[in-house]
């Protein structure tokens, strides 16, 4: 028993340690630990811990927060699990909390409001850069590009975005796993089921559903059992549903969320603290959170043993290069969307021009581009409004 307590209390540190200090997203999170448990400590092989990123990438849900919740699990099995993923997360969700408290209160103060304005276009860089980057590695061949287009253009006409993502990674696995290694002709035969979404995406009209903790907490354990690609889709599922369906959140809420979540160390998903925070408080807050992590705990508690023996299957392989194609497209769709509402005047334009040169050309780190756009954005305000 002793050793299993040390164990628990060394893996608490090292993850509350990660969860003080892990800027930059999802990779360079897994850089870290990956020089904290197998570099420094041991406590994994190298090959072990390249099984469990390519087995992470998988299953829905916040990848980086996944691997330390696999590293925990294999030190003190369930228990090492909960205490890895809660250490991780809790430094992100106190802050987060607490910027959301102060949002609250000064959200509408001019200066804090031209701060926030200023973030915004930033911010859009930020996801556009994201989509760039990982689209340079996921887009392999002109399959995946086509099924990309597919669904971006389904999901700029309405369909439902959790229903492009499943309908377009099955049917996108299939005909990528048919398609390899032969010509195309009667293959494209099966993109007809994809078009479909377009179809029915008409017929998503906005729904009322009443804001309640259970609807708050069902919603978000629907979004952290669905959240294939990044954590940027998050993004995804909360323009869809919180802004244009449900009606609980602006577009400038939205992306005030995305800015603190961006700004905050730790998983960008500790974002649904500050919306369950911003719509009911500590008690949406606490809801929240727990909604969207648990099904990361039970899927990696679950498939920890036997997930990483399905990848190197053909129909696998297709299935992950599906998914990470329709996780693009869904990113780009909300990208446009959010640009139309961000990108209003020449000050908002400004910020993005000189944010997109910061990230693709000068590779700046997102932490010092979003206080950067902040004072930018809060230089222009003055002078605009005192011209």
């Known amino acids: 028993m002793t050793g299993r307590l040390r164990a628990l ?18 990779l360079a999170h897994i850089g870290m630990l990956e ?16 099984d469990l990123v390519g087995a992470t990438s998988l299953l829905p849900g ?11 699990y294999e030190r003190a099995g369930w228990l090492g699990l909960l205490v890895a993923g809660f250490s991780f997360v809790l430094p992100a969700a106190l802050i987060t909390l607490a910027l959301a408290a102060l949002y609250v209160a000064y959200g509408t103060v001019p200066a804090v409001e031209s701060l926030l304005w200023g973030i915004k276009p930033a911010v859009l860089i930020i996801i556009l850069a994201a989509v760039w980057r990982l689209g340079r590695s996921a887009m392999k061949t002109w399959r995946e590009m086509v099924l990309g287009a597919v669904v971006l ?10 229903r492009a993502l499943f309908v377009g990674a099955v049917v996108g696995a299939v ?41 708050l907490g069902l919603f978000f354990l629907k979004v952290g059992a669905v959240l294939y690609g990044s954590g940027y889709v998050l993004v995804v599922f909360l323009e869809g549903d919180l802004v244009e369906r449900f009606g609980w959140l602006t577009s400038d809420q939205l992306l005030d969320a995305i800015a603190i979540g961006q700004m905050t160390p730790g998983p960008l998903l500790t974002t649904a603290t500050f919306v369950g925070y ?31 023996k ?17 996780a693009l497209a869904l990113m780009a769709a909300v990208v446009f969307k959010l640009a ?13 021009i000189v944010s997109a040169v910061a990230v693709f050309r000068l590779r700046l780190h997102s932490a010092w581009l979003i206080a950067g756009a902040a004072v930018l954005g809060y230089l222009l305000r003055l002078v605009s409004f005192g011209s």
């Open 175 to 215: 005909w990528l796993w048919l398609t390899r290694g032969r010509m195309p002709s009667v293959n494209l035969a099966l993109l007809p089921a994809l078009g479909e979404m377009a179809a029915d995406g008409v017929e998503s009209a906005s729904e009322a559903v009443p804001l309640t903790l259970q609807s």
């Open 35 to 50: 020089d904290e448990v197998v570099e420094r400590r041991r406590w994994l092989s190298r090959q072990h811990f390249l």
């Open 278 to 308: 911003l719509l009911l408080g500590v008690p949406g807050a606490t809801v929240a959170t727990l909604a969207i992590f648990l099904p990361s705990v039970i899927l990696v508690g679950l498939f920890n043993r036997v997930i990483a």
């Open 62 to 72: 916040p990848n980086s927060t996944q691997m330390m919740m696999h590293v925990g």
């Open 153 to 162: 253009v389904a999901v700029l006409l309405g369909t439902n975005e959790i």
């Open 9 to 26: 209390g060394e893996t608490a540190r090292v993850m509350l340690k990660l969860g003080v200090l892990a800027f930059g997203g999802p």
């Open 310 to 326: 399905l990848r190197a299957r053909p129909w696998t392989g297709a299935f992950l290069d599906s998914v990470n194609s329709v």
């Open 340 to 352: 139309l509402a961000a990108l209003t005047g020449w000050q908002a334009w400004l910020i993005a």
